[in-house]
């Protein structure tokens, strides 16, 4: 059964490992009624956890704070509450780096120098870069090495600390909203609408594999998307249908977009 689930949805040899990987691991937590967690998963690898488990009870996908991009899927079982994920003994930890203000350092410094330490990817969250500060998540067994070893990001000296999660600052996404009205809510329509190009580029995008719904590859130029749904074309960026508005009086959709930036 597990197997038959994994080679539906793993479109190659690197999903179905990580999805035989993840089955084992929260499965086992399921089966002995202890607490289990995974790895930090991209929006498109958890997608794919969520058709592997379904929805049963104690799943939680968790990444420090709401609206995380990466996030763990952690198990936890009856006798344990969700709020027990933002409390001391989480797997998931918040490392505060705080720099020279007057130094520039963005989500790429820090990820790279983390990955030149040898780093995992699957260890480290989301990385939030505000002024002077960065705060970003990574999983509770590498933090202690973290808080010895990372010294710098870039040519940048910086000086890191635990801080409670509650404690997280998550710089708010910059955005540029778009007011438009759409034909359709198909997804070469809603491109087309976000980045201001034509309908036909959209839907040849789509179709050579280029664009993601919900982190989800799609190749279907008539999928129809739902409010609130994150799209994101290679090359051209990532955009979010913020608002559907309704029928105008000449028979068209109004949508606002947010186009991120």
């Not at 976000?194 to 799609?218: D, E, T």
Request: contains cysteine; aromatic residues 8%; glycine residues 10%.
């Amino acid at each position: 059964m597990k197997r038959d689930n994994i080679d539906k949805i793993a479109q190659n040899p690197e999903d179905r490992y990580l999805l035989a990987k993840l089955w084992d691991k929260i499965n086992t937590g399921m089966t002995r009624c202890i607490p289990a967690n995974s790895g930090f998963l991209s929006p498109r690898e958890l997608e794919m956890a969520r058709f592997l488990f379904g929805e049963p009870e104690g799943l939680y996908p968790f990444g420090g704070y709401e609206g995380a991009q990466r996030q763990m899927l952690c198990y936890l079982p009856e006798y344990m509450e969700a709020d027990c994920l933002m409390e001391e003994g989480s797997p998931v930890v918040c490392l505060r780096a705080q720099f020279y203000q007057g130094d520039s350092l963005t989500h790429r410094d820090f990820l790279g120098a983390l990955m030149g330490m040898g780093v995992k990817r699957e260890t480290v969250g989301d990385i939030c870069v505000g002024d002077g500060q960065c705060d970003f998540f990574v999983t509770e067994e590498i933090a202690p090495w973290l808080l010895q070893n990372f010294t710098q990001a870039g040519r940048v000296k910086v000086r890191l600390t635990q801080i409670p999660l509650g404690d997280v600052s998550v710089p708010e996404p910059e955005v540029r909203e778009i007011r438009d009205t759409v034909a359709s809510l198909r997804l070469d329509s809603i491109l087309s609408s976000g980045f201001r190009i034509s309908r036909g580029l959209a839907a040849g995008q789509i179709a050579a594999g280029k664009a993601a719904v919900n982190g989800l590859p799609c190749e279907k130029p008539d999928r129809m998307i739902t409010e609130g749904s994150e799209i994101s074309l290679r090359g051209y960026g990532k955009i979010k249908l913020y608002r559907i508005n309704g029928q105008t009086r000449k028979d068209r959709i109004s949508v606002v977009i947010h186009r991120y930036v």
